[in-house]
Each structure stands twice: as structure tokens, then as C-alpha cells.
């Protein structure tokens, strides 16, 4: 199975600190993406990066892709109340058009 | 406009029933999705259309039948369905399928509940 897994599943930190999440995948991608789902409702993207990148920013959110050891790492800098969601990566292998899901991060921060 | 719309929000159906969950997203992509989504699981994948076309199908049980009438509008039509099927039923679209850079756009899912 190509399916990414996130680590941990599930993650409490105080408001303003930093929250790092990890994803491992086990196939050849085209790209890495990370997706935020509030509870019950649709995925919202964040960022994707690209095999052949190492790093990508965007606002709060920094992603690091390593894929000689076929991981990658989502940090959510000082973390408000509206970052609890679940977080998932998803990736793409270069054999098939679909994209895997992996099992999600569910991250709470604390007031 | 960026949008996916989902319709019904919530579905409440009994085993014997037929009814229709409907997609619609009008940013010009040509591929559209059908994911399942169990409580604290990922979103699972169940059809793919490509340019009106039925591009993937992940072995999804004949009870459940996707339909793509035009390029903006995606069916799911159900009947049978088990109480297992309830979950939460997402559609997604995006620019084109296997894309170097294929961000997908989720509409907001359509909580299903079989009885």
C-alpha cells in the first residue's frame, strides 16, 4: 500500500506553541500534499511540494519532503485556537493518477 | 468561483430507498471524485471521472453508482445501501487528473445515515 502514515495520531499543545507533524509514505511520488479538515466537514488544501523540493513555506506552515528516506513534516508555527483540526497528507504514486490519504493527525490546542 | 457544493447536507435513508447525493463545482476541472470517509479515518477513494468519463473505480459495490452528466456536475446514486455505508460522502474536483500539481477541492461531504 502506497498510504502515507501520519505520526502521532493525535496531538494537544498550548496555544502559541509549535506543532510538528509527520507523514511516511512507502512509494516513488510525484508530490506530497498536506490537507486540514475541520470536524465533519470537507478538506481544505494547504501546501504541496514537489518531489524534487526540500522545503516550502507558506504563512505559519513550513514542509520539509525527504524522500531518500520517504518522509515528510508539517510544523504549524504559533499555533492558535482555529488550527484544531486533523491533518492529513496525501501523495500520489508515478504509476497511477490517484491520491492515498494517509491516517491523519488530529491536533488540539489548548487555551 | 473556488467552490465545491455538496447536496443533501445530511441523508437519512432506510435500506430500501434510492436516493442521489449531487456535486457540482463550476471552476472549469475536469476531474472529479467520490471519497468515503469513516469517523477518524482518511478519506477513501471510490470513483474518479476524467473529462465526463469513468476513469477509476476502486471496486466500490454496485449499490453505489456515479454518474457525470457535464463537466460541472457529479451524481452518486445509492440504493440498497447497508448501515454500513453511513459515513460522510466527499466530492472533490481538480484542474486535471494525474497532474504534476494536482490540488484538489473538496466540497463541504454529505453525512449519510442508513437505517
Known amino acids: 500500500s502506497q498510504q502515507g502514515e501520519e505520526d502521532p495520531q493525535a496531538l494537544s499543545i498550548q496555544e502559541g506553541e509549535n506543532a510538528t507533524m509527520n507523514c511516511s509514505y512507502k512509494t516513488s511520488i510525484n508530490n506530497l500534499q498536506w490537507y486540514r479538515q475541520n470536524s465533519g466537514r470537507g478538506l481544505v488544501h494547504l501546501i504541496l511540494i514537489r518531489s524534487n523540493e526540500r522545503e516550502k513555506h507558506s504563512g505559519r506552515l513550513r514542509v520539509t519532503l525527504d524522500t531518500s528516506k520517504k518522509s515528510s513534516s508539517l510544523l504549524i508555527t504559533a499555533s492558535r485556537a482555529a488550527d484544531t483540526a486533523s491533518y492529513f497528507c496525501a501523495t500520489d504514486a508515478r504509476r497511477d493518477d490517484k491520491i492515498i490519504f494517509g491516517k491523519g493527525t488530529r491536533l488540539h490546542i489548548l487555551p | 468561483d473556488t467552490e465545491v457544493t455538496q447536496t443533501p447536507k445530511h441523508l437519512v435513508m432506510g435500506m430500501t430507498n434510492k436516493k442521489s447525493l449531487k456535486c457540482e463545482q463550476h471552476?472549469?476541472?475536469?476531474?472529479m471524485y467520490w471519497y468515503k470517509q469513516k469517523a477518524k479515518k482518511p478519506p477513501e477513494l471510490m470513483f474518479v471521472?476524467?473529462?465526463?468519463?469513468?476513469?477509476i473505480n476502486e471496486s466500490v459495490p454496485s449499490r453505489f453508482s456515479p454518474e457525470c452528466p457535464n463537466s460541472s456536475l457529479l451524481n452518486l446514486h445509492l440504493h440498497a445501501l447497508q448501515p454500513e455505508d453511513s459515513a460522510l460522502y466527499l466530492c472533490?474536483?481538480?484542474?486535471?487528473?494525474?497532474?504534476?500539481?494536482?490540488?484538489?477541492?473538496f466540497g463541504p461531504g454529505t453525512r449519510l445515515t442508513v437505517l
Open positions: 471552476m472549469g476541472h475536469r476531474a
Open positions: 471521472y476524467s473529462y465526463e468519463k469513468l476513469s
Open positions: 472533490a474536483s481538480s484542474q486535471k487528473l494525474a497532474e504534476l500539481y494536482n490540488e484538489q477541492f
